[in-house]
């Protein structure tokens, strides 16, 4: 069964969506959402409902908003094409609290003159914050392309590099 569930966060709305098989699908409801989930939520494919598998995404997300969480422990399953899902799999091994430029991204899947591609295949991801696509920074190093706007890309890694630097310092109460 496809169903989906939606999700507050201190960045507002997010929808989860899942197959059955693994989380499909998370993004911010005030970006556009993909056509295709819009499609199956209208005709009736995908139904709301409280899985077992979208409320444990749920309690996962509230732990890393909160904090508490680092790395997601969920089964995924997104749709991509063999290059995008090699991608996609690059940026989850990007450190929490770390940034990787495109060019790097490129390097890491063997593709380094692949730089256009990986922007393109990180623009297509559609497991936003689980498959971190927000680490991802220009050679630069400027924030720049997050399908969700640069608003929410420069709150995540705030956030990350906050929790990040807190769980680094060393205790002064020994």
Known sequence: MKA???IQTPLG????AENGKGITFLEHVESE????IEKEISAGEMVEADTPLLLEGERQLQEYFRGERQEFDLPLDAAGTTFQLKVWEALRQIPYGE???YKEIA???ENPKGVRAIGMANNRNPISII??????IGTNGKLVGYAGG?????YLLNHETKVANKIRLPRTDI
């Open 99 to 101: 940034t990787r430029s």
């Open 33 to 36: 959402l993909d056509p295709r």
């Open 150 to 154: 640069l608003h929410l890309k420069e």
């Open 131 to 136: 498959t971190p696509c927000h680490r991802v």
């Open 4 to 6: 989906y569930k939606y």
């Open 13 to 16: 709305e997010y929808l989860l």
């Open 107 to 109: 390097i890491a899947v």
